[in-house]
Nanobody, 115 residues
Framework: QVVLVESGGGLVQPGGSLGLSCAASGSTFGIIYMGWYRQAPGKQRELVATITSAGRTNYADSVKGRFTISRDNAKNTIYLKMNSLKPKDSAVYYC?????????WGQGTQVTVSS
């Protein structure tokens, strides 16, 4: 099992920036890729961005050009740098680690974009 701990959420004004971190521990050797997902009230959880162990990235169209996912393999940590934030980016952001036979989720961190 992989334990994921997110940090960095909070309140930011529209147009502002925020960074999230997700530290993985436990059976991290089997991770194929990790990613960020988000869920707003009343909506389904959706993909934000993913990054493979080789560093290949994938983004939702809604965040392309504004968000950047990165990873530090030595620290088993991924990051999400969010720029030009919009109110519609407000959600609980979850970190996910995908292995061959399972996936584990973090507890989530709230991001609120509001003036």
């Amino acid at each position: 099992q992989v334990v994921l701990v997110e940090s960095g959420g909070g309140l930011v004004q529209p147009g502002g920036s925020l960074g999230l971190s997700c530290a993985a521990s436990g059976s991290t050797f089997g991770i194929i890729y990790m990613g960020w997902y988000r869920q707003a009230p009343g909506k389904q959880r959706e993909l934000v961005a993913t990054i493979t162990s080789a560093g290949r990235t994938n983004y939702a169209d809604s965040v392309k050009g504004r968000f950047t996912i990165s990873r530090d393999n030595a620290k088993n940590t991924i990051y999400l740098k969010m720029n030009s934030l919009k109110p519609k980016d407000s959600a609980v952001y979850y970190c996910k680690a995908v292995m061959r036979s399972r996936a584990d989720w973090g507890q989530g961190t709230q991001v609120t974009v509001s003036s």
